[in-house]
């Protein structure tokens, strides 16, 4: 569990790319109120929160508002967040603290973002030390990392040590031409590894 001052901390100094696993419910269509922060205003939505599970993107598809906690909360109608409620509602994962492994940088093709930082190595290092900033100040000792598409795994795995996280898992990234229930059945193959949570 995250406490208040963990939670207010993180929204000051992360909140303009760091968020939550945790959504307002659907209101029958499956991307129905994917925008809706009111909850994060809900002095008792820490106990729903956690440090022991972080998920990890690569970066920011679109230019989003500068509003604490919206990102992964993207009500665009393109935008394929609502997959990543769909999986983990009702499971061990649901609360999981949710950043990007490159900070404000807008791209919504993958292989132009992985252009740039081999141009710009220096680009990834910053961002690494930001990322273990957030992990600090988050209160994360070796958390499970849930990594969405292969080069936010890639980038985990080369920039942070083993003894920084407990399992470090790949999982198929949510913009992918699959729908929400293939989505949910290939992550949780994959952290059917993971003993101590337990299947949904």
Same mark, same amino acid.
């Given at each position: 569990?995250?406490?208040?001052?963990?939670?207010?901390?993180?929204?000051?100094?992360?909140?303009?790319?760091?968020?939550?696993?945790?959504?307002?419910?659907?209101?029958?269509?499956?991307?129905?109120?994917?925008?809706?922060?009111?909850?994060?205003?809900?002095?008792?939505?820490?106990?729903?929160?956690?440090?022991?599970?972080?998920?990890?993107?690569?970066?920011?598809?679109?230019? @989003?508002?500068?509003?604490?906690? @919206?990102?992964?909360?993207?009500?665009?109608?393109?935008?394929?967040?609502?997959? @990543?409620?769909?999986?983990?509602?009702?499971?061990?994962?649901?609360?999981?603290?949710?950043?990007?492994?490159?900070?404000?940088?807008?791209?919504?093709?993958?292989?132009?973002?992985?252009?740039?930082?081999?141009?710009?190595?220096?680009?990834?290092?910053?961002?690494?030390?930001?990322?273990?900033?957030?992990?600090?100040?988050?209160?994360?000792?070796?958390?499970?990392?849930?990594?969405?598409?292969?080069?936010?795994?890639?980038?985990?795995?080369?920039?942070?040590?083993?003894?920084?996280?407990?399992?470090?898992?790949?999982?198929?990234?949510?913009?992918?031409?699959?729908?929400?229930?293939?989505?949910?059945?290939?992550?949780?193959?994959?952290?059917?590894? @993971?003993?101590?949570?337990?299947?949904?």
């Amino acid at each position: 569990m995250i406490n208040k001052a963990r939670y207010e901390l993180i929204r000051a100094k992360h909140g303009e790319y760091g968020s939550w696993a945790a959504w307002a419910d659907s209101s029958g269509k499956p991307k129905s109120n994917m925008g809706v922060l009111s909850h994060f205003d809900d002095p008792d939505i820490v106990e729903q929160l956690k440090s022991n599970v972080v998920m990890v993107a690569l970066n920011f598809s679109r230019t @989003i508002a500068r509003v604490p906690f @919206i990102n992964f909360h993207d009500a665009n109608p393109r935008a394929q967040d609502y997959k @990543i409620r769909h999986a983990f509602k009702g499971t061990p994962f649901w609360g999981a603290y949710m950043t990007d492994v490159i900070k404000r940088h807008v791209d919504v093709e993958s292989s132009q973002v992985v252009r740039h930082l081999k141009e710009h190595p220096e680009v990834v290092a910053k961002n690494m030390e930001i990322l273990r900033e957030e992990l600090s100040d988050l209160g994360a000792d070796r958390p499970v990392i849930l990594a969405f598409g292969a080069e936010s795994h890639r980038l985990l795995q080369v920039g942070l040590g083993p003894c920084e996280y407990s399992h470090l898992i790949k999982l198929t990234h949510y913009s992918h031409q699959i729908g929400q229930e293939e989505f949910k059945k290939q992550a949780f193959d994959k952290l059917a590894s @993971i003993k101590q949570f337990s299947n949904p």
